[in-house]
């Protein structure tokens, strides 16, 4: 591939997942208005879902091609980024609210969800039955966040809706959420295979690409759909867009690779990767317990973190060996 076209997929691919990510979070506050719900359930079914297609492609293709141990990066990986990266980066923008209606509700199962994965991860394989149970749990997630949202909105309850602001009128609506949800993933393609040639050209090793380049590559449609979300100030739809990705990871993408079945977690998992799993998680809690905000100096220390992280598994830390020899 030319040098021309590298750099044009990388700044296309850029200005796509701008126009896209602010098309969906639009489409999805809209309907959120238009429904009586509120926009952190939008940001979750909507826009978390919307976002997370990309995970669940590249999950089904690994599986199908018989590499599922790929899968199980992309799934951990992107939970992690989605945290320490996507919801840090849109807080640089304008810090970002917590404790609204809904979200400790919604961090709770996200909480439950990473332990269950990470304890199924140490002690059983991931078979078709645990998949099934993955994606029932899924489609029971979304059920319920549904009936709570509708249930609240005919009793009033005020879920934190902006009724000033114009709300987009049927068929607009539904090519507004189409657009951003096909936009997305399209965009951070081309970000991806501009980014990929341009590293090899610069002879970047096939290491630090996959652990930086790639895995980063399907978070991009959540970060897009986050930095649009806060230019518009819509706390409630960056926060649910990374809960409820996160979910959507772990138990659809974490769903259909467990289908294929997976004999036993690589041994980086338990000895590093995991932990940082479980840390993003309890990032979340921090701030939404205690409903504070998330600075830009939170924001900075989350990046800073992230980068840590990588540092850590390019030079193959082990947590887990650190952990056992303080016990001992």
């Known amino acids: 591939m030319s040098d021309l076209y590298l750099y044009a997929s990388l700044i296309g691919g850029l200005l796509i997942l701008a126009f896209a990510g602010d098309f969906l979070v639009n489409g999805a506050v809209s309907l959120s208005r238009?429904?009586?719900?509120?926009?952190?359930?939008?940001?979750?079914?909507?826009v978390g879902f919307g976002t997370s297609a990309?995970?669940?492609?590249?999950?089904?293709?690994?599986?199908?091609?018989?590499?599922?141990k790929l899968a199980l990066g992309n799934i951990v990986g992107s939970n992690i980024a989605n945290v320490w990266l996507v919801l840090a980066i849109p807080a640089l923008i304008a810090p970002i609210a917590t404790g609204s209606f809904?979200?400790?509700?919604?961090?709770m199962f996200v909480l439950l969800t990473t332990a269950a994965w990470i304890i199924?991860?140490?002690?059983?394989?991931l078979t078709p039955i645990i998949g099934i149970a993955f994606l029932t749990g899924?489609?029971?997630?979304?059920?319920?966040?549904?009936?709570?949202?509708?249930?609240a909105a005919r009793k009033g309850v005020d879920v934190g809706l902006d009724t000033e602001e114009a709300t987009l009128s049927g068929l607009k609506l539904w090519a507004y959420l189409?657009?951003?949800?096909?936009?997305?993933p399209i965009g951070a393609h081309?970000?991806?295979?501009?980014?990929?040639?341009?590293?090899?050209k610069f002879?970047?090793?096939e290491e630090l690409i996959g652990l930086t380049l790639l895995a980063i590559g399907t978070s991009l449609p959540e970060l897009g759909a986050g930095i649009a979300a806060a230019l518009r100030k819509k706390s409630d739809v960056v926060i649910g867009n990374v809960l409820g990705s996160n979910v959507f990871n772990l138990l659809g993408a974490g769903g259909i690779v467990s289908l294929f079945g997976v004999d036993k977690f690589p041994s980086g998992f338990a000895n590093y990767d995991h932990w940082a799993l479980g840390g993003a998680a309890l990032t979340l809690a921090l701030f939404i317990i205690p409903k504070s905000k998330i600075s830009r100096l939170a924001a900075i220390a989350m990046l800073l973190i992230y980068a840590l992280y990588l540092f850590g598994l390019i030079n193959g830390w082990n947590i887990l060996a650190g952990v056992t020899s303080l016990g001992s």
């Open 34 to 46: 238009k429904l009586g719900v509120s926009p952190l359930v939008a940001g979750i079914l909507i």
């Open 54 to 68: 990309p995970e669940m492609v590249v999950t089904l293709g690994a599986a199908l091609e018989g590499t599922p």
């Open 102 to 107: 809904g979200q400790s509700r919604a961090l």
């Open 120 to 125: 199924i991860a140490a002690t059983l394989p």
């Open 138 to 151: 899924l489609v029971f997630y979304a059920i319920i966040t549904v009936t709570q949202a509708l249930s």
């Open 178 to 184: 189409l657009v951003g949800i096909i936009g997305l």
């Open 190 to 200: 081309f970000i991806v295979e501009g980014g990929v040639g341009i590293a090899h």
């Open 203 to 205: 002879h970047v090793s």
